[in-house]
């Protein structure tokens, strides 16, 4: 039966010499498994900045401070500091990464570039026990070369499917592109298209302005009539439209919400354990970005989704997976 990891962890390591920010945490899984089990993990929540100068200044987070941040899925990391010179050809990026998974437990890594100072990040994992053989995981990591980027890479299902199964997407590498200036448009998305029974066509694609770097994008697929299991692709738009758009400065964060209704063909025998990642982010660059996803009022026939960010996000997109 698959499962939800929940875990909340502490402070980054901090490495004044250069090379990569990181932090690491041994999650206990709520039973022990007959044997290792598979994990496939993604961010539901980014709390970065991009260090314009060799330094940084001390100045808190507000979401630090009082963090209400659905604490039971979140993996929190306060920000660390960097005393690095950074060129500005650097290819910043934000990584999630499991290892060392046994019977009981898995190590968790969080991997930023020494220019990004990372305030928080939620990772949320899905847990498949060795019985889950008929779901079926992976990612790619595709590179990104330019303007209106659009790598693709067909994916072939080992063992096919008899019938199309349900197929999700989400990131666990963000690149966040040190090149694109203030009030530049920052647009990543992954999908997947061409669903067959042996495979899929999964996309990653970027705005018009340069993203430099890669993106990692992992994948779900199950078959569409496996019982207990909802899964949808949430996509919300216009965020920012009836909003003005703030200063560089501005703190204050913005709530959005949606009522997510379960497909009627789907029974839940409890309250299913809920999964959420990020396939798509559109926002007004400022050097800064702030999202938090997350969900509340799960019930047996529903749940909301709530995102909470600053006003410079015009649109997200979110992978749900709800399972008992």
């Not at 204050?252 to 949606?258: A, D, F, L, P, T």
């Amino acid at each position: 039966m698959p499962t939800v990891s929940r875990i909340k962890c502490g402070p980054l390591k901090y490495q004044p010499f250069g090379g990569s920010d990181n932090y690491e945490s041994t999650l206990k899984f709520p039973f022990r498994h007959v044997a290792s089990p598979r994990l496939t993990h993604g961010f539901s929540s980014l709390f970065v900045t991009i260090l314009p100068e060799w330094s940084l200044a001390d100045t808190d987070n507000p979401w630090s401070r009082n963090n209400q941040l659905a604490p039971l899925y979140q993996i929190t990391c306060p920000r660390t500091r960097n005393l690095q010179q950074i060129d500005n050809h650097h290819k910043s990026y934000v990584q999630s990464t499991v290892k060392e998974i046994k019977n009981d437990s898995a190590v968790y890594r969080v991997e930023t570039s020494p220019d990004i100072a990372l305030d928080m990040v939620v990772i949320n994992s899905l847990n498949l026990a060795p019985s889950d053989v008929d779901f079926l995981t992976g990612e790619a990591r595709l590179a990104l070369t330019g303007y209106n980027a659009a790598p693709s890479v067909p994916i072939e299902f080992e063992p096919p499917f008899v019938t199309p199964p349900k197929v999700v997407v989400f990131f666990n590498l963000l690149p966040i592109s040190s090149q694109l200036q203030a009030s530049a448009t920052y647009h990543i998305s992954a999908t997947a298209s061409r669903i067959d029974a042996k495979g899929f066509l999964l996309t990653i694609e970027s705005s018009a302005e340069p993203i430099v770097g890669s993106a990692q994008a992992c994948w779900i697929a199950y078959p569409a009539d496996r019982e207990h299991i909802f899964s949808t692709s949430l996509n919300m738009s216009n965020l920012s439209s009836s909003l003005n758009m703030p200063d560089i400065s501005s703190t204050q964060m913005v709530r959005y919400n949606k009522a997510i209704p379960f497909a009627s063909d789907v029974a839940f025998w409890k309250i299913p354990s809920v999964f959420v990642a990020l396939h798509t982010l559109h926002f007004r660059w400022n050097a800064h970005l702030s999202i938090n996803v997350h969900v509340e009022r799960v019930t047996m026939s529903d749940l909301m989704c709530l995102v909470e960010s600053d006003k410079y996000l015009y649109s997200v997109g979110v992978t749900i997976i709800a399972v008992n």
